[in-house]
């Protein structure tokens, strides 16, 4: 097929803050070249006409936007002092932490909020509108936004990345064009910056080609979230709170978060390790219990649903980041793992990430080289700042939880003591879906909420309509399940198609047909674009890829 050709000199793939961060710090930092150039401070080349985009799969820039909503502003600080005067939007400063033990039916409040959950000098955000008015400070500096159009391939020259091709518009559900068929086109650049947030498409891709892999393989956790519309006074602006214990049992990794946000909204959300044993553990299910808790539903009770989502997160932090550089590209933000597991924050490091990757752009654009040597640079920066200074002090956080919470716990207080080291350095792991037993291994699991009351608690598809998804019905199915006969078989008898549980959007459904027998069905209109399936399936036989552009949830003050 012929495909147009657009030539750029730099290319973002993905609109989230690590590439908005690392476009407009570029065009910064060229800028500013230029400037010294003309005005004789020194001598070297001037950088004229540079082109720099940002390809992104949502229909605009913010609609995939979601996050806990905790920004440390250490690297807008740096990146943009004035931000705030800017009118950068922010929900409220952080004012108070709270961290609560959630028992059977109270709760125990720490006496002391550990250092890593302290929140003074942050600031509660909603990623969707941060992304916003970053897409628009791109905009105004000449940035071209590429808004749904998706990337479906890297394009290599042996292990040279020197673009990428968008994905074909207006395919019907069996592959045939329709009348409104459209090729995507291949976008070659210089040098490609893969910021596709967690299990990035075309990093897992190119991770496997040019065996990219860190030390540990990467793990993950589900983030599942609702914003309420809260009776007036309800919780101050600003508030910050955390949560361990019920509903989890002790075996698994996670907690809860409440923020108080700006005009009585309140973000509610619950955070699940992916590392889990029984395969009938549902995050969504658990969030619903979370909120069904006495403590936490006398705060919910006589607010409404704004909107729904869910995100995976990575936590392997340090000892989990894939080489991150290579001929032609480089990989930022939560694709390369820039988030700390245990202040659960990656909205800084992903933009220091992509100020860093600017950085070394620059310096790629001034001695026109994009080899892997040059780019090399960027680890070298990486390195240099305080990234490894915070991520390397939770090197083997996540680690410490597989053996439950009270074990987790212990060994989070002596890294603490010890700078990430703990009782012993290089802890290992092994990927998310190797944890998870067969049902004749596990307990039928314990559920403490037996109805949704539609008031506090809801369905998958009740929250999948406040997440706003919105996909072409007439295209193919963007989860690629390479055999559905293991789905059907084995899959079923070992593990109970765990598919139906932990996609918290009701994308997987086990049906019984005409015949008595039960198969797996898809509703790929449901999906989040969370990619837990990718990560959670026992047989890693699931692939989740972009759908027709601008297809998804669209996030509101997320």
């Keep these: 097929m012929e495909r147009e050709v657009l030539e750029m000199d730099v290319l973002f793939i993905g609109g989230g803050p690590a590439n908005l961060v690392g476009a407009l710090h570029l065009k910064n930092l060229i800028n500013k070249h230029n400037e010294e150039i003309k005005s004789g401070k020194k001598t070297g080349k001037k950088l004229d006409e540079i082109f720099i985009g940002i390809l992104e799969?949502?229909?605009?820039?913010?609609?995939?936007?979601?996050?806990?909503?905790?920004?440390?502003?250490?690297?807008?600080?740096?990146?943009?002092?004035?931000?705030?005067?800017?009118?950068?939007?922010?929900?409220?400063?952080?004012?108070?932490?709270?961290?609560?033990?959630?028992?059977?039916?109270?709760?125990?409040?720490?006496?002391?909020?550990?250092?890593?959950?302290?929140?003074?000098g942050n600031f509660i955000i909603s990623l969707n509108k941060f992304t916003k008015w970053l897409g628009e400070k791109c905009e105004e500096n000449a940035i071209d936004i590429f808004a749904g159009f998706p990337a479906k391939n890297v394009l290599l020259e042996g292990k040279k990345v020197v673009g990428v091709q968008t994905s074909d518009a207006g395919i019907d559900k069996n592959g045939n064009q329709k009348r409104n068929f459209q090729p995507g086109m291949e976008i070659r650049s210089k040098v490609t910056v893969l910021g596709e947030g967690p299990r990035g498409t075309l990093t897992k891709v190119l991770t496997k080609k040019l065996k990219l892999e860190g030390m540990n393989p990467q793990t993950y956790a589900t983030g599942v979230k609702e914003v309420w519309k809260m009776p007036e006074g309800r919780i101050k602006a600003g508030k910050v709170i955390h949560t361990m214990g019920e509903p989890l049992d002790e075996?698994?990794?996670?907690?809860?978060?409440?923020?108080?946000?700006?005009?009585?909204?309140?973000?509610?959300?619950?955070?699940?390790?992916?590392?889990?044993?029984?395969?009938?553990?549902?995050?969504?299910?658990?969030?619903?219990?979370?909120?069904?808790?006495?403590?936490?539903?006398?705060?919910?009770?006589?607010?409404?649903?704004?909107?729904?989502?869910?995100?995976?997160?990575?936590?392997?932090?340090?000892?989990?980041?894939?080489?991150?550089?290579?001929?032609?590209?480089?990989?930022?933000?939560?694709?390369a793992s820039f988030l700390n597991p245990q202040r659960l924050k990656g909205i800084h490091l992903a933009m220091k990430s992509g100020m860093l990757a600017a950085e070394t752009i620059l310096e790629s654009l001034l001695c026109d080289d994009f080899s892997e040597k040059q780019l090399s640079n960027f680890q070298t920066?990486?390195?240099?700042?305080?990234?490894?200074?915070?991520?390397?002090?939770?090197?083997?956080?996540?680690?410490?939880?597989?053996?439950?919470?009270?074990?987790?716990?212990?060994?989070?207080?002596?890294?603490?003591?010890?700078?990430?080291?703990?009782?012993?350095?290089?802890?290992?792991?092994?990927?998310?879906?190797?944890?998870?037993?067969?049902?004749?291994?596990?307990s039928p699991l314990h559920t403490t909420l037996l109805k949704f009351d539609e008031k506090v608690t809801f369905d998958k598809l009740k929250d999948v309509y406040f997440s706003g998804a919105l996909h072409e019905e007439d295209q193919p199915s963007h989860l690629l399940i390479a055999d559905t006969n293991i789905c059907n078989g084995i899959c079923k008898t070992d593990y109970g198609n765990p598919c139906q549980y932990f996609c918290p959007a009701q994308v997987y459904e086990i049906e019984t047909n005409s015949n008595g027998h039960s198969e797996l069905k898809l509703n790929p209109s449901n999906c989040v674009h969370c990619k837990t399936c990718d990560i959670a399936d026992p047989y890693q036989i699931i692939t989740w890829v972009p759908p027709e552009g601008g297809g998804g949830p669209n996030y509101l003050n997320m």
């Design 57 to 120: 799969k949502a229909a605009e820039i913010g609609a995939h936007g979601l996050s806990g909503g905790v920004l440390d502003p250490k690297a807008m600080n740096e990146f943009m002092p004035d931000w705030k005067e800017q009118n950068a939007p922010v929900e409220a400063p952080c004012k108070e932490d709270e961290i609560l033990f959630l028992t059977k039916n109270g709760k125990l409040k720490f006496p002391v909020t550990p250092p890593p959950m302290e929140n003074h």
């Design 251 to 335: 075996k698994d990794y996670g907690g809860g978060f409440i923020y108080g946000m700006a005009n009585d909204l309140l973000a509610v959300g619950f955070v699940v390790g992916l590392d889990y044993k029984n395969p009938q553990f549902d995050p969504h299910r658990k969030f619903q219990e979370f909120k069904n808790h006495p403590e936490i539903r006398k705060i919910l009770e006589g607010g409404e649903v704004q909107t729904y989502g869910a995100k995976t997160i990575p936590m392997g932090s340090w000892y989990s980041m894939p080489k991150y550089f290579g001929d032609g590209f480089l990989i930022v933000g939560d694709s």
């Design 381 to 442: 920066k990486v390195e240099n700042s305080w990234i490894k200074t915070e991520m390397f002090a939770t090197r083997n956080f996540h680690q410490g939880f597989e053996k439950g919470l009270w074990h987790g716990m212990f060994n989070a207080g002596i890294q603490l003591l010890t700078n990430g080291r703990g009782l012993r350095d290089k802890m290992r792991t092994t990927p998310d879906h190797t944890h998870v037993k067969k049902l004749s291994e596990s």
